[in-house]
């Protein structure tokens, strides 16, 4: 007798809802990734501490988190999916304590962590922001964007590492060589046991090429570091966007598997 759920070897884990700034609630999500091509799902809704203290639209209400895990949770126990319970928190030195100390109040299995500000300055909110620098400062956003990546790493507080070429999102690149940058980022995460997203949602930017490059995923891959494919999906439509591809592009790097969660604890299975 054949299974009649083989494993495709895929999960979706960044995928956004309507606590943030998603399409759908997270039943329906979940309903539409039962009938994908998927082993697992999980939900990470944004979680945003900003040192102003404003409550950012995109981020869930801060002082719902408990409700949002408690909605995740009750949705998983009768889904027909494997559902993990995520968020992807922003990395903002000034609240990163507070925000740690509030997640670890709440059982997740993994912890995407995202560098969006670079102190006042939005990595990808609108191209504008990058339009207004000259190409010294922009050079300099990048090395800053590293710089904080590294910091995320070290604070211990985060699983998955997101999106890591994201200011490339709307196309300006560093003209200055930043390699060096790049890989002290990528030492920081290896020295923090964290995983890293493939996220194919840069495909659908200017930049039309998925976070980070193929040059980050082989320094990514000699350093040993786990990856999963992610689709950063603000609409169950999206939930495995071009994870056939993504899975190409890690082969192309070397690797052979990928990494799921379960109560915060990787779990290696081969690459789909
Ligand atoms: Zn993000
Ligand atoms: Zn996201």
């Given amino acids: ?15 956004h809802t309507k606590w943030s700034d998603g399409a759908e609630t997270v039943a329906s999500t979940v309903a539409r990734a039962a009938a994908l091509d998927l ?7 944004h979680f945003v501490l900003h040192p102003s203290g404003v409550a950012l639209e995109w981020s869930m209400p801060t002082e719902r988190l408990d409700e949002y895990t408690r ?68 050079d300099d956003k990048w090395r800053d964007y ?21 200011p490339k999102k709307f196309g300006r ?26 996220n194919t949602s840069g495909r659908y930017q200017t930049a039309r090429e998925a976070y980070p490059s193929p040059w980050h995923l082989r320094e990514a891959k000699r350093r040993g570091i786990p990856v999963l494919i992610t689709a950063d999906a603000h609409n169950p439509a999206n939930l495995n966007r071009d994870f056939r591809a993504a899975a190409d592009l890690l082969r192309e790097a070397g690797y052979t598997e990928v990494t799921r969660f379960s109560g915060r604890e990787q779990i290696r299975t081969p690459l789909g």
């Fill in 146 to 166: 590293y710089r904080r990546v590294i910091l995320m790493a070290q604070s211990g507080g985060f699983d998955i590492v997101a999106h890591l070429d994201l």
């Fill in 71 to 138: 909605d995740i949770m009750t949705v998983a126990a009768s889904a027909p999916l494997p559902v993990r319970l995520g968020i992807e928190s922003d990395f903002i030195p000034e609240t990163a304590e507070e925000t740690i100390r509030r997640l670890d109040r709440c059982p997740f299995d993994y912890r995407i962590g995202s560098v969006h500000f670079i102190d006042g300055f939005p990595v990808d909110e609108h191209s504008r922001f990058w339009e207004g620098l000259s190409q010294e400062e922009a």
């Fill in 39 to 45: 082993d697992e799902v999980g939900i990470s809704d």
């Fill in 173 to 198: 690149y560093p003209v200055a060589d930043l390699s060096a940058d790049a890989r002290h980022a990528l030492d920081a995460i290896r020295d923090s046991g964290m995983a890293m997203e493939l």
């Fill in 1 to 15: 007798m054949t299974d009649p759920h083989p494993s495709t070897g895929f999960t979706s884990y960044h995928v």
